[in-house]
């Protein structure tokens, strides 16, 4: 293995943790369909996944009210007037202890709004023009069975806290600006801005459903949180927290509770720590989400291999937060059926603790981590993927690309089977893990790397799809490297890089060709043409490299192929890559006849990549002694496929 001194300093090191991982199932019911961009849309009054409950009901996103039959309560510097008795009022606080509609308005210093009615009641919040501020907790669901807050047509409304105070509600602590015991929705089409200058935003301690409004938060600690649940559709919402922007905190029901569902709407969320955060599941069908967290990609951590910790997921909203900085991060799966996200994260751009999958939309992330992580697996079945930085790109225990067009920039490595909750912990460092795979079924994706373009700690499987490399320029990495295996059986690689650790691919039914050139600077073109110079295959170079690999149907045994380096191929994409048309100018590198289904002169393949497990070489294939081309240097020591950072890192 080419990384066997890191390797060895970590397995001195690790500690295996035990990643949070309720819920493996993963179905969807209730009526969908598919946009022309890929969005599903889903009957919201009866859409579920697996035991999670993700209905919107009617009167959530119904935001009418008979202003005649409402009672009006008028909000005053020293005091409160209400229409009935229903509601009591002290001072400037009042209290609504009865099911019905209530219309709220008018300006107070210190005053107080409070939800006291019975469990089965039924109670309409209506905001028409509210700035109410508090020395202590503003708004408090005591009891009720469920509150909806409406937000008037045309209406501007404020809720501000104290900086300090010190509440309960029996045991339950009261420290948000809006707080309820139960369930809270919020729909209208008017404008709502709270401010938590305590701590959090808006608390529920069951579901919180924004299904309408445009609603502005701004929370010294969490925003927005969901105790069961947060639900978004229809609603617009701009957050700024000093910890979480959106988290779902239920640790107890994981099998059900603690989710976070965005069905549609616009979502703007820029936080200290996570942007979302969910205890079980985030699912995000449509709508527009973006997301700053810990300051951006540029404030990434700084990579080594003694930084092991373990993320935790708060059950209490007055808890500490983890030093967590992530986009969208779950302890147990995270789907994505369409939708707009865009992810700038200090920590990883999506993360969890188990699967995460793309199955439409378009997700961009820059990250100072990795793009997307998931303890056991990722697969992406359609959608675009853009991870413009990271770390480490797309990392799990197992990779299944079946679909969609995905571009990946890594300062290590592009794809990397390895990953999981405890990295190689309990391994021989130096052998392959045949659990871990990393498998193209279909899709576009392209890799530009300075690790390891594509790297499995087990096997790596092309099945079918484009797959573009643009590799490393070090001796240490390789554009292609695999721990056990490494095949193709369909589709079209084109992969550059270093000569030192290159692997290639074995073809069965398919035939493969690698060869070292001439080392081409960066921006060079590549081309692998037949006899009557038709181009097969052809990528851009990013950096300098000096080996290429090719595997396409269009190869033939007994064939002459060329490597053209320099020229201008017709048609090729904006990464140069066509599989057809014609090369102008450049310079022929190498001329190779294909005498054998899988040819190979050059590179450093050791029987699957690693040092471990394999045939030492045979012909050219050693590339000269350890470096080859390159070297065994050129760059920092790779920390080896697998994460090491664990679970939620």
Same mark, same amino acid.
């Given at each position: 293995?080419?990384?066997?001194?890191?390797?060895?300093?970590?397995?001195?090191?690790?500690?295996?943790?035990?990643?949070?991982?309720?819920?493996?199932?993963s179905?969807?019911?209730?009526?969908?369909?598919?946009?022309?961009?890929?969005?599903?849309?889903?009957?919201?009054?009866?859409?579920?996944?697996g035991?999670?409950?993700?209905?919107?009901?009617?009167?959530?996103?119904?935001s009418?009210?008979?202003?005649?039959?409402?009672?009006t309560?008028?909000?005053?510097?020293s005091?409160?007037?209400?229409?009935?008795?229903?509601?009591?009022?002290?001072?400037?606080?009042?209290?609504?202890?009865?099911?019905?509609?209530?219309v709220?308005?008018?300006?107070?210093?210190?005053?107080?709004?409070?939800?006291d009615?019975?469990?089965?009641?039924k109670?309409?919040?209506v905001f028409?023009?509210?700035?109410?501020?508090?020395?202590g907790?503003?708004?408090?669901?005591?009891?009720?069975?469920?509150?909806?807050?409406?937000?008037a047509?045309?209406?501007?409304?404020?809720?501000?806290?104290?900086?300090?105070?010190?509440?309960?509600?029996?045991?339950t602590?009261?420290?948000?600006?809006?707080?309820?015991?139960?369930?809270?929705?919020?729909?209208g089409?008017?404008?709502?801005?709270?401010k938590?200058?305590?701590?959090?935003?808006?608390?529920?301690?069951?579901?919180?459903?924004?299904?309408?409004?445009?609603?502005t938060?701004?929370?010294k600690s969490?925003?927005?949180?969901?105790?069961?649940?947060?639900?978004?559709?229809?609603?617009?919402?701009?957050v700024?927290?000093?910890t979480?922007?959106?988290?779902?905190?239920?640790?107890?029901?994981?099998?059900?509770k603690?989710?976070?569902?965005?069905n549609?709407?616009?979502?703007?969320?820029?936080?200290?720590?996570?942007?979302?955060?969910?205890?079980?599941?985030?699912?995000?069908?449509?709508?527009?989400v973006?997301?700053?967290?810990?300051?951006?990609?540029?404030?990434?951590?700084?990579?080594?291999?003694?930084?092991?910790?373990m993320?935790?997921?708060?059950?209490?909203?007055?808890a500490?937060?983890?030093?967590?900085?992530k986009g969208?991060k779950?302890?147990?799966?995270?789907?994505i =059926? %369409? &939708?707009?996200?865009e992810?700038?994260?200090?920590d !990883?751009g *999506?993360? #969890? @603790?188990?699967?995460a999958? $793309? +199955? /439409?939309?378009?997700?961009?992330?820059?990250?100072?981590?990795d793009?997307?992580?998931?303890?056991?697996?990722?697969?992406?079945?359609?959608?675009?993927?853009?991870?413009?930085?990271s770390?480490?790109?797309?990392?799990?225990?197992?990779?299944?690309?079946?679909?969609?067009?995905?571009?990946?920039?890594?300062s290590?490595?592009?794809?990397?089977a390895?990953?999981?909750?405890?990295?190689?912990?309990?391994?021989?460092?130096?052998?392959?893990?045949?659990?871990?795979?990393?498998?193209? =079924? %279909? &899709?576009?994706?392209?890799v530009?790397?300075?690790? !390891?373009g *594509?790297? #499995? @700690?087990?096997?790596?499987? $092309? +099945? /079918?799809?484009?797959?573009?490399?643009?590799?490393?320029?070090?001796?240490?990495?390789?554009?292609?490297d695999s721990?056990?295996?490494?095949?193709?059986?369909?589709?079209?690689?084109?992969?550059?890089?270093?000569?030192?650790?290159?692997?290639?691919?074995?073809?069965?039914?398919q035939?493969?060709?690698q060869s070292?050139?001439?080392?081409?600077?960066?921006?060079?073109?590549?081309a692998?043409?037949?006899?009557?110079?038709?181009?097969?295959?052809?990528?851009n170079?990013t950096?300098?490299?000096s080996n290429?690999v090719?595997?396409?149907?269009?190869?033939?045994?007994?064939?002459?192929?060329?490597?053209?380096c320099?020229?201008?191929?017709?048609g090729?994409?904006d990464?140069?890559?066509?599989?057809k048309?014609?090369?102008?100018?450049g310079t022929?590198?190498?001329?190779?006849k294909?005498?054998?289904?899988?040819?190979?002169n050059?590179?450093?393949?050791?029987?699957?990549?690693?040092?471990?497990?394999?045939?030492?070489?045979?012909?050219?294939?050693?590339?000269?002694?350890?470096?080859?081309?390159?070297?065994?240097g050129?760059?920092?020591?790779?920390?080896?496929?697998?994460?090491?950072?664990?679970?939620?890192?």
């Amino acid at each position: 293995m080419k990384k066997i001194m890191c390797a060895l300093l970590c397995a001195a090191f690790m500690m295996t943790f035990t990643a949070c991982s309720q819920n493996n199932g993963s179905s969807s019911s209730g009526k969908s369909t598919t946009d022309s961009a890929g969005n599903m849309t889903v009957d919201t009054e009866n859409v579920k996944e697996g035991s999670y409950d993700l209905s919107f009901t009617k009167r959530d996103s119904d935001s009418s009210y008979d202003e005649s039959g409402a009672v009006t309560i008028k909000m005053e510097d020293s005091k409160a007037t209400a229409s009935d008795s229903s509601v009591s009022v002290d001072g400037a606080k009042v209290t609504i202890k009865k099911e019905g509609t209530y219309v709220i308005s008018g300006s107070c210093k210190d005053g107080k709004i409070i939800v006291d009615a019975d469990d089965k009641a039924k109670v309409q919040l209506v905001f028409n023009g509210l700035d109410l501020t508090s020395s202590g907790n503003a708004v408090t669901v005591k009891k009720a069975d469920k509150v909806f807050v409406t937000l008037a047509k045309n209406s501007e409304n404020s809720i501000t806290d104290g900086s300090s105070y010190d509440e309960k509600i029996d045991d339950t602590a009261v420290d948000a600006a809006i707080f309820s015991k139960t369930d809270i929705s919020f729909n209208g089409s008017g404008k709502l801005t709270v401010k938590g200058s305590y701590k959090h935003g808006i608390v529920s301690k069951d579901d919180l459903v924004f299904a309408g409004g445009n609603i502005t938060v701004e929370a010294k600690s969490a925003a927005l949180e969901g105790k069961d649940s947060v639900k978004v559709k229809d609603a617009s919402l701009t957050v700024t927290a000093g910890t979480d922007a959106i988290r779902a905190t239920n640790t107890e029901k994981t099998d059900s509770k603690g989710f976070v569902y965005i069905n549609s709407g616009t979502l703007k969320l820029t936080s200290g720590n996570d942007g979302i955060q969910a205890s079980s599941l985030i699912r995000v069908d449509g709508g527009s989400v973006t997301a700053t967290s810990g300051s951006g990609a540029e404030n990434g951590k700084t990579h080594s291999e003694g930084n092991f910790r373990m993320d935790r997921f708060s059950s209490s909203s007055d808890a500490a937060d983890a030093d967590s900085n992530k986009g969208l991060k779950a302890a147990d799966n995270i789907i994505i =059926n %369409g &939708g707009t996200i865009e992810i700038n994260s200090a920590d !990883d751009g *999506i993360h #969890s @603790n188990n699967t995460a999958s $793309v +199955k /439409g939309g378009s997700v961009k992330i820059a990250t100072g981590d990795d793009g997307i992580h998931a303890d056991k697996s990722v697969t992406i079945d359609g959608g675009t993927v853009d991870v413009t930085k990271s770390y480490e790109g797309i990392e799990a225990g197992e990779i299944t690309v079946n679909d969609g067009k995905i571009s990946v920039v890594s300062s290590d490595d592009g794809f990397n089977a390895g990953g999981g909750n405890d990295g190689n912990a309990g391994r021989d460092p130096m052998a392959g893990d045949a659990s871990k795979k990393l498998i193209f =079924n %279909g &899709g576009y994706t392209y890799v530009d790397a300075q690790g !390891d373009g *594509i790297d #499995s @700690n087990g096997s790596i499987e $092309v +099945k /079918g799809g484009t797959l573009l490399v643009s590799g490393p320029n070090n001796g240490g990495n390789g554009a292609i490297d695999s721990g056990t295996s490494a095949t193709i059986t369909g589709g079209t690689v084109i992969a550059i890089g270093s000569t030192g650790m290159a692997e290639s691919l074995e073809g069965s039914g398919q035939c493969t060709l690698q060869s070292d050139i001439d080392s081409q600077n960066e921006g060079t073109s590549c081309a692998v043409v037949d006899s009557s110079g038709n181009v097969i295959a052809s990528l851009n170079g990013t950096k300098l490299y000096s080996n290429v690999v090719v595997s396409t149907p269009a190869l033939k045994t007994g064939e002459t192929y060329k490597i053209i380096c320099g020229g201008t191929v017709s048609g090729a994409d904006d990464h140069g890559f066509a599989s057809k048309g014609s090369v102008s100018g450049g310079t022929t590198v190498k001329e190779i006849k294909l005498d054998t289904e899988n040819y190979s002169n050059g590179g450093n393949t050791m029987g699957g990549g690693r040092m471990g497990g394999g045939n030492m070489g045979g012909g050219d294939r050693m590339g000269g002694p350890m470096g080859g081309n390159g070297s065994m240097g050129g760059g920092p020591m790779d920390r080896g496929s697998a994460n090491n950072n664990f679970s939620a890192n």
